[in-house]
């Protein structure tokens, strides 16, 4: 897993001693045949002027994104559907989800207490459906952007009484771009100005059209507040389900995805984890995302505590090094001592690619690495108020291309700039973009000690403004 000072110097092309004067640098005293740590490594590395270097980890057979097998089609066994809820804001998805949520409380699960750990699992007909938690296209599209693929099925919740809307159409496009078959819940039926064969009508120009006109999409008209037809709808899953017989193998070591993470006060790190393949047990090593650990305990959305889970299960577990990502891969190897290998090696490669970069890019020098060829994306760090604007901003300023050159969004969140913002700009020629927020004082220092360029905003359209001038070359100087 981890290296010595000489092999570092080796991987780096530098002298052990040049080596091991930064280490004395950093405060760290050490000798050749010294293991250093990930957190080490790293920071001799980026100590060394990244355009130098080129570090390359060797990559064992077995690493994480090749180690699954494929399964023999008589292992496999029917699993869960996993429905994400998505349409325009206020149309009911919330309440959707906890209505969902309280109705399927059967009296032997009453005792329990419910616990948000990022989807909750409900039965209908002795079959199950786990529902994602977090409705909405931003985080479906988060998730599939970091490569998970969590999402069945999607429901598309229209309020009847106020028809299709820009984040409806949203909704549609970003089901149909992951290929995902689409549900239609009309809600809101209760209402007196509701007018579902309206919504059906406005929907056909997105192609969703009703079987009962020749198409193939299923509808139900919901209240999802006086909990009408709230059934059908789950019966409906079941049914889009069944055709599509989602399958795993629940005889395997666990792979699934992080649906969310946090340090708890009390728990320490926790995960919230889709189980996708296998079975997940306690005792268990595991890698998630970057980080590493071992299954000490395991609750369910019910807040029971599970000696297992299989495919579909969602289930907040306890055990972690440190606190993963929404959207990282999860997998359990055979031994800790692998897990921990495998999670640094992970690290170095995700710092290996932040640090692709040239010379540290500004807006105003831009153009001109653009025109050189120098740069084929513009990597920005986007740090928002709030998480709307913040994907807002993203959304928008990924569509930028000028010359084949487009924005690259490698780190964003809500919060003030921080200097491990800075830090990351600087290591992987970034800009950071700040949207009514500022830098701490503690980054606005590192930016400018590193030189990171460093933008700050409150209108969006000054931000993408901004931005294509700089791309196009026509950026005025700032004096
Ligand atoms: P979201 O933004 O899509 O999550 O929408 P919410 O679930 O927060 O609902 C927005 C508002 O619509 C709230 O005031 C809900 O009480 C209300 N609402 C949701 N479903 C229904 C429904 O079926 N009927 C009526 N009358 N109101 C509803």
Do not use: C
Not at 13 to 30: C, P, Q, R, T, Y
Not at 105 to 121: D, K, M, N, P
Not at 213 to 219: A, L, M, Q, V
Not at 399 to 406: A, D, L, P, S, Y
């Amino acid at each position: 897993g981890s290296m010595t000072v000489g092999e570092l110097a080796k991987l780096l092309h530098k002298d052990a001693s040049e080596v091991i004067k930064k280490l004395i640098f950093l405060g760290v005293m050490a000798t050749i045949n010294q293991e250093l740590d990930i957190e080490t490594i790293q920071l001799v590395a980026s100590e060394f002027k990244v355009e130098e270097v080129e570090v390359k980890i060797p990559v064992e057979e077995d690493d994480f994104e090749t180690v699954e097998e494929k399964d023999e089609e008589e292992s496999l066994e029917t699993r869960a559907p996993v429905v994400t809820i998505m349409g325009h804001v206020d149309h009911g998805k919330t309440t959707l989800l906890d209505a969902i949520r309280s109705t399927n409380v059967t009296s032997g699960e009453a005792g329990g207490i419910t616990q948000h750990i990022g989807a909750y699992q409900v039965e209908i007909n002795q079959k199950k459906i786990t529902f994602l938690d977090t409705p909405g296209h931003e985080a479906f599209t988060m998730m599939r952007a970091r490569g998970a693929e969590v999402t069945d099925i999607t429901i598309i919740v229209v309020a009847a009484d106020d028809g299709v809307m820009p984040q409806t159409v949203e909704a549609i496009n970003h089901a149909k771009a992951a290929k995902v078959p689409i549900i239609v819940a009309v809600n809101k039926i209760d209402k007196p100005d509701a007018n579902p064969d309206t919504i059906k009508q406005e929907l056909t120009k997105y192609e969703l059209v009703p079987e009962e006109w020749g198409g193939d999409t299923i509808f139900v008209n919901v209240s999802a507040k006086q909990r009408t037809n709230l059934e059908e709808l789950l019966e409906m899953i079941l049914l889009v389900a069944e055709v599509n017989d989602y399958k795993a193998n629940p005889n395997k070591r666990a792979r699934g995805t992080v649906l969310e993470a946090e340090l708890d006060k009390g728990k320490g790190p926790v995960a919230r984890v889709l189980v996708q393949h296998g079975t997940l047990k306690i005792g268990d090593a595991f890698v998630a995302g970057n980080t590493f650990g071992r299954v000490r305990a395991m609750i369910n959305d019910k807040g029971r505590r599970l000696k297992e889970a299989d495919p579909s299960t969602p289930v907040e577990i306890t055990g972690l090094t440190e606190v993963p990502q929404a959207g990282d891969p999860f997998m359990v190897f055979e031994d800790e001592r692998k897990a921990r290998a495998i999670s640094e090696r992970r690290s170095i490669k995700q710092r290996q690619s932040e640090m692709g970069a040239n010379s540290r890019v500004t807006l105003d020098d831009l153009y001109k690495h653009i025109k050189e060829g120098e740069i084929k994306d513009l990597n920005v760090i986007i740090k928002a108020d709030v998480q709307g604007s913040l994907e807002a901003l993203r959304g928008s300023l990924e569509k930028i291309e000028v010359e084949g050159v487009r924005v690259k969004s490698i780190h964003n969140g809500v919060g003030a700039i921080t200097e491990s913002d800075v830090a990351l700009a600087s290591a992987s020629n970034a800009i950071v973009i700040g949207f009514n927020v500022r830098p701490e004082s503690q980054a606005a220092v590192a930016a400018e000690q590193e030189k990171v360029d460093v933008r700050l905003h409150n209108i969006i359209y000054n931000v993408i403004e901004e931005i294509e001038q700089a791309m196009k070359g026509m950026l005025d100087p700032i004096f």
